[in-house]
């Protein structure tokens, strides 16, 4: 199994990024998927979840309107379209099986000027 993301970088304030997350080894097309992310000292905060349908998207409070999650099941890659960034959206950002069962390794996201 190997969840691998990408796409994350350093960018000034107001500035956009878009996350994936290539998904191997288990049947992507079946599970929930969601972003998480965590900056030093701090607890795993949830940003995003989308169903395996993509029927149903969450997000937190933080982040709604701001990004967006998705997913493409031929390339089963899971997306995070992040814009309108904020020096409080730096954090390491991974993406995850809804239940926690798999996690990617992670991928830095810096927003200063």
């Known amino acids: 199994v190997q969840l691998v993301e990408s796409g994350g970088g350093l960018v000034q304030p107001g500035g956009s990024l878009r996350l994936s997350c290539a998904a191997s080894?288990?049947?992507?097309?079946?599970?929930?998927m969601k972003w998480v992310r965590q900056t030093p000292g701090k607890d795993l905060e949830w940003v995003a979840s989308l169903s395996a349908s993509r029927a149903s998207a969450y997000y937190a409070d933080s982040v709604k309107g701001r990004f967006t999650i998705s997913r493409d099941s031929a390339k089963s890659t899971l997306y995070l379209q992040m814009n309108n960034l904020k020096p409080e959206d730096s954090a390491w950002y991974y993406c995850s099986t809804e239940d926690d069962t798999f996690r990617g390794q992670g991928t830095q996201v810096t927003v200063s000027s």
């Open positions: 080894g288990f049947p992507f097309t079946s599970r929930g």
